[in-house]
C-alpha cells in the first residue's frame, strides 16, 4: 500500500550555497564594475546616431541630441547607473536605494537592455537588417548587454530549494528542476523589505510629495503624447522596468510612507497636478482623452465601491452609466428627446444620477438576496436588457422613448453659471479649448466621488460593507443587516455612474445604445470598468484611476493591433492575476490576504508526493 510522506519523510531543503553567489559567474568586483559602467557607457550612446536614416520613427540619425527610443534609454542608462553608484555607497547616491540597490540595479539593467533592444530590433525590421545600424546603435547594445550580464551577477541570498527524489519519473525530476530553477531566479530579484523611512520634517516630506506628483505628471504627459506605436510600446516597457527598480529600491515605499502622513495635502496635490494637465498640452487633442480616461475612473470608482468594499460581483454596471447618460440627456433640451425639456447643468446632474439611484434600487431590492456566481448573471442580464430595451424603444418595436439605435443626439453643450463650455476660453494667456473645459468639470465630479469614497469606507457603513466582503455569515451572525447594507452600497455606485454619465452624453454629443455592451475594444464597459477596478487595486482610491487610465490609453495608442487587441489585453490581465494578483496598488488587508501564506521570497513549499518506498 501507498502512503503519504509525513514532513519527516519528504526530502529535507537545501541551500544551494552558504554565501552569496550570483546567475552569472563573474566575480563581485567586476561584476559591480561592469553593471555601472555599462549603464554609464549607455548614457553616452544615446547621444550618439543609431541609424543612417530618417525613415525610422523618431530620427536617430543626430549625434548629441537624443531622440524618439534613445531618450528613454538615456533615463534607463542613468538610473542603472545611479543605483550602481549607490551599491558602492557613494554619498549623496546612497539616498536613492534604502531598500538596498543591487535587486534595484538589475530591474534598471533591464530596463535598458529591454529598450534599446527592441529598438535595434524594430530598426532591423523596418528597414531590412543590422546594416542599417550605425556606430552609436551597436554601441547601445553591447552596453546595455553589459550592465544587465554585470547586474545578474551581483550576489544575492539563494532561497531554499528541495532535491529531486530519484525515484520520481523523468518528467517529475525535469519540472521539479524547473521549478527550483525558477525559484533560484526570482530569488535573484527578490529585495529585502525596506527599513521604515526616519520622520523627517513636514515641509521637507510635502516636498517630497510634490516632487513626486510632478514626476507623475510628466510621465503621464509624455506617454499621452507619444506620436508612434514603437515609441509607446518603449515607454510601457522603461516605465514598468523603472518602477520596478524604483520599488525593489524602497523609494516607493518610502513615498507612500509619506503620503499616508500627509493623505489631505497628497490628494489636493494629486488633483492640482492633474488640473495642470491641459497647460501642458498645445491643443485640445490629448485633453480629450484625458476627459474620456476621468469619466471611465469616475464610473470605475463607483464600481470599487459595490465590488473593492462590498464584495458584490456586478457585471452589468455600465447600464447605469447609459441610465444616467439617457436621463440627462432627455432634459438637457436635445431634439431627438421625447420631452421638451431644457434644465441647467444642476438639473440635469440631479436628473441622471437620480434616475440610476433609482434603477440601483430597483434591480438591487429583488436580486441583493442572491450571492456570488449567481449575483453576477443577474446583473449580467440586467446589463443586456437594457441595452435591448433601449435599442427597441423607437416607436415601433416599442415605446418611442430612446429613438431606438440612433439614440438621444445633438445634445447642447453645458451652461454653468453663463460659462459655456462647449466653446474656448482664455485663462492666463492659455487657450482652453471645449474638451479641456469639460476635464476641468469631470476633474471636480472625480474628486466629490473620491471624497464620496473615502468618507463611506472610513465609516461605519464602509466597515459593513468590508465585513460582508469578507464573511457574509459571519457579519449577519453579529447584528448586521446585510441586505440593507448592500442595497445601499448598490445604489449609491450606481448614483456615482450617473455623475458620470450626465457628463458623458454631452461630451459625446450622442447617446446610442451600442456605448454600454458588456464587453467591446472601446470603454467603458462592463467588463473594461470591472478590469480597471482588479487591475489597479479593490477597494482602493488609487488603483481603480490608476486600473482605469492605463485601459483606456493602451488600447488607444495600440490601435494597430486591431482585432489582436481583446486578445492582448486577456493575455495581460492573465499575467497580471499570476504574478500579481492583488493589483497594481493593492489595499494591505487584500495584499496580506494573497501572500500570508508564502515562505521568505522565493522560496519552495516542501512537496507533497507518495512515498515509493513506503510502498
Not at 488633483?271 to 490629448?286: C, H
Not at 460581483?313 to 441610465?323: K, N, S
Not at 440586467?382 to 438621444?408: K, Q
Not at 454629443?509 to 470603454?523: I, L
Request: proline share 6%; glycine share 12%.
Amino acid at each position: 500500500m501507498t502512503t503519504q510522506t509525513t514532513a519527516a519523510d519528504a526530502p529535507n531543503p537545501k541551500q544551494d550555497h552558504s554565501t552569496p553567489t550570483g546567475l552569472l559567474p563573474i566575480p563581485v568586483g567586476p561584476a559591480r564594475a561592469l553593471a555601472t559602467g555599462g549603464g554609464a557607457l549607455t548614457i553616452i550612446s544615446a547621444f550618439l546616431a543609431w541609424t543612417w536614416t530618417a525613415a525610422f520613427p523618431g530620427d536617430l540619425t543626430v549625434y548629441g541630441y537624443p531622440g524618439g527610443l534613445q531618450v528613454l534609454v538615456l533615463i534607463a542608462g542613468a538610473l542603472t547607473t545611479l543605483l550602481g553608484l549607490a551599491s558602492y555607497g557613494v554619498k549623496g547616491v546612497r539616498a536613492i536605494a534604502p531598500g538596498g540597490a543591487d535587486a534595484a540595479l538589475k530591474y534598471a539593467a533591464l530596463a535598458a537592455f529591454a529598450t534599446t533592444w527592441y529598438t535595434i530590433l524594430s530598426i532591423s525590421y523596418q528597414l531590412g537588417g543590422l546594416a542599417n545600424l550605425e556606430p552609436g546603435g551597436w554601441v547601445a547594445a553591447v552596453a546595455t548587454l553589459a550592465a544587465f550580464a554585470g547586474a545578474l551577477a551581483l550576489p544575492f541570498q539563494r532561497p531554499h530549494t528541495y532535491a529531486v527524489d530519484p525515484e520520481d519519473s523523468g518528467s517529475e525530476q525535469f519540472k521539479h528542476r524547473a521549478r527550483n530553477a525558477m525559484t533560484i531566479f526570482k530569488g535573484a530579484f527578490a529585495a529585502e523589505a525596506p527599513p521604515t523611512p526616519r520622520k523627517l520634517s513636514s515641509y521637507v516630506e510635502i516636498l517630497i510629495i510634490i516632487a513626486a506628483l510632478a514626476t507623475g505628471l510628466l510621465v503621464f504627459t509624455y506617454g499621452i503624447g507619444t506620436e508612434y506605436d514603437e515609441l509607446f510600446i518603449g515607454f510601457l516597457v522603461t516605465v514598468a522596468f523603472c518602477f520596478a527598480a524604483l520599488t525593489k529600491a524602497g523609494l516607493v515605499a518610502q513615498v507612500s510612507t509619506y503620503t499616508t502622513r500627509h493623505r489631505n495635502i497628497t490628494l489636493i496635490g494629486a488633483f492640482i497636478a492633474a488640473a495642470a494637465f491641459p497647460f501642458t498640452q498645445s491643443d485640445d487633442q490629448y485633453a480629450t482623452i484625458g476627459v474620456y480616461i476621468l469619466i471611465f475612473a469616475t464610473v470605475a470608482l463607483g464600481l470599487n465601491i459595490v465590488v473593492g468594499l462590498a464584495g458584490l460581483l456586478d457585471l452589468g454596471y455600465v447600464a447605469f452609466l447609459g441610465v444616467g447618460a439617457y436621463a440627462a440627456s432627455m432634459v438637457s433640451g436635445s431634439p431627438s428627446s421625447p420631452f421638451d425639456v431644457h434644465l441647467p447643468f444642476w438639473g440635469a446632474i440631479l436628473v441622471g444620477a437620480g434616475a440610476s439611484l433609482v434603477f440601483g434600487v430597483l434591480i438591487g431590492a429583488p436580486t441583493l438576496r442572491l450571492r456570488g456566481d449567481y449575483l453576477a448573471i443577474v446583473t449580467l442580464g440586467f446589463g443586456e436588457i437594457f441595452r435591448l430595451v433601449a435599442m427597441n424603444s423607437d416607436g415601433t418595436s416599442g415605446p418611442d422613448i430612446t429613438n431606438g439605435s440612433n439614440g438621444i443626439s445633438s445634445i447642447p453643450n453645458l451652461k454653468i453659471l453663463g460659462f459655456d463650455l462647449g466653446v474656448e476660453h482664455s485663462i492666463g494667456g492659455f487657450t482652453i479649448g471645449r474638451f479641456a473645459n469639460y476635464f476641468f468639470l469631470m476633474l471636480l465630479i472625480t474628486l466629490v466621488v473620491v471624497l464620496v469614497f473615502r468618507r463611506s469606507g472610513d465609516s461605519r457603513i464602509g466597515r459593513a460593507w468590508v465585513a460582508i466582503r469578507e464573511d457574509e455569515t459571519a457579519a449577519l451572525a453579529m447584528g448586521i443587516n446585510g441586505f440593507r447594507v448592500k442595497l445601499i452600497a448598490f445604489a449609491l455606485g450606481a448614483s456615482l455612474a450617473g455623475f458620470a454619465g450626465t457628463v458623458q452624453a454631452h461630451v459625446t454629443y450622442t447617446v446610442t445604445p451600442e456605448q454600454y455592451q458588456f464587453a467591446n475594444t472601446v470603454p467603458p464597459n462592463s467588463a473594461f470598468l470591472l478590469a480597471a477596478v482588479v487591475l489597479g487595486g479593490m477597494g482602493t482610491i488609487s488603483g481603480p484611476l490608476v486600473g482605469a487610465a492605463l485601459l483606456y490609453l493602451i488600447p488607444s495608442k495600440l490601435s494597430f493591433l486591431g482585432d489582436y487587441q481583446l486578445f492582448a489585453f486577456g493575455l495581460a490581465l492573465v499575467l497580471l492575476m499570476r504574478f500579481r494578483p492583488e493589483g497594481l496598488i493593492p489595499n494591505r488587508r487584500r495584499q496580506l490576504e494573497f501572500h500570508e501564506a508564502k515562505l521568505s521570497p522565493g522560496d519552495t513549499p516542501p512537496p507533497t508526493v507518495l512515498s515509493k518506498t513506503g510502498a
